[in-house]
């Protein structure tokens, strides 16, 4: 069990500013820690389990926060963009205050499920494809998929960038014109340049699945959630593991 800790460095772990801004919020009666209004910034308090009140808003803590966010079309997954909104502009400010990171990214009108998180070993191990965790998504295209653009998915397609074949680990179709495949690397428009690649095109593209972890189905466009361990254990899982 973890050794309590100041309300102070607490507040200052989870993004609500500075320590000193910390302080001055439990100064001014703005914190409340399991509902009970809190006076002391140097009270230590146990952190398992605790549920803050910071200016009126609940928070959990979480030593190290990992999210699942529904993407929304027209975003960018960066700090610093360049013709869209940020992805980060939706989330609360303490999760920009304490450097949270997409855990790799999606085109700014690919939609759908992304990971957001300050654990930079969760990051590696989530991107690297060495841990062979897919991603599914679902394509939609403007023409008609047929089976031996699938066949050509499964077999693998060689993009300008890189001899090596890319391929996709699973293919479904789900209607004539969508697709859910699930691959396994990260090569930069890996989907619309595989689809471009046997012929057809992408018209959408939203990623529903990471790992064997669904996004919810109530996760709104632009809403988050946080991830809890039988998540991040769904999340780990390899193409085609059992989930223990």
């Known amino acids: 069990m973890a ?11 989870q993004g609500f500013g500075t320590r000193r801004y910390c302080s001055d919020l439990v100064y001014a009666d703005l914190v409340k820690v399991n509902g009970v209004p809190a006076d002391d910034p140097e009270e230590r308090i146990a952190t398992e389990g605790l549920m803050l009140n910071v200016e009126g808003k609940d928070w959990e803590f979480h030593e190290k926060a990992y999210i699942a966010f529904n993407k929304p079309p027209n975003y960018e ?19 920009v205050e304490r450097g949270l990171q997409c855990v790799g990214r999606l085109d700014f009108d ?9 654990d930079g070993q969760f990051i590696h191990k989530m991107t690297t494809p060495k841990k062979n965790i897919g991603k599914v998504y679902e394509i939609t295209t403007p023409e008609p ?22 391929l996709a680990s699973a293919c479904k179709q789900l209607g004539e014109n969508v697709l859910a495949m699930t691959i396994v690397e990260g090569r930069y428009h890996q989907v619309k340049r595989m689809m ?14 990471i790992g064997q972890y669904i996004m919810p ?20 899982q390899s193409v085609g593991a059992p989930i223990a």
């Open 3 to 13: 050794k309590p800790i100041s309300l102070e460095k607490i507040l200052f772990s």
């Open 77 to 95: 997954c960066s700090h610093k963009t360049t013709h869209h909104p940020s992805v980060y502009s939706l989330l609360p400010k303490p999760f």
């Open 110 to 118: 690919t939609t759908g499920l992304i990971l957001i998180s300050d």
């Open 145 to 166: 998929i047929t089976q031996n653009q699938i066949d050509h998915l499964l077999t693998g397609v060689v993009l300008d960038d890189d001899p090596k074949p890319c």
């Open 196 to 209: 471009a690649a046997v012929g057809n095109h992408v018209a959408k593209l939203h990623r529903t699945e």
């Open 217 to 236: 189905a109530d996760l709104a466009e632009g809403e988050w959630r946080w991830l809890y361990p039988d998540d991040l254990h769904r999340l780990s």
